[in-house]
């Protein structure tokens, strides 16, 4: 299936969400901070990126921006994956160049049909 790069500091929540997407057939590459995971996705072009927002340095608003500024993975549709629910994070999220953004504890069928509407 799809190439997914979960970019998450919590090794909780990159385990759920790597046991959710390999369960449905996808491969998985892990980044546990927002600058790791800029630089994975420049090296490794994966089909989709699951983006936490609260992390060390580069947090996830910053490192989707720079994804979808930079010519080389603006392509590479980004899902913000967090536990903030604010309208105004959706909106920034947005803002920044996500497809789309979901609020933690994620749901399975969730993940899957918004991952189905945004991969070619």
């Not at 909780?12 to 600058?35: C, F, R």
């Not at 609260?54 to 921006?65: D, S």
């Not at 999220?93 to 996500?98: F, P």
Request: no cysteine.
């Amino acid at each position: 299936m799809a190439r997914i790069l979960i970019v998450d500091d919590s090794p909780t929540e990159t385990l759920k969400l790597q046991g959710m997407l390999e369960k449905n057939g996808h491969e998985v590459l892990k980044a546990d901070n927002g600058a790791d995971g800029v630089a994975l996705a420049k090296d490794q072009k994966p089909d989709a990126v699951l983006m936490d927002i609260v992390m060390p340095g580069l947090n996830g608003f910053q490192a989707t921006r720079q994804l979808s500024k930079d010519p080389g993975t603006s392509h590479i549709p980004v899902i913000i994956v967090t536990t903030k629910d604010q309208e105004t994070d959706k909106v920034w999220g947005r803002r920044q160049g996500a497809k789309d953004y979901l609020t933690k504890p994620i749901d399975e069928a969730v993940l899957m049909k918004t991952l189905q509407s945004v991969l070619p």
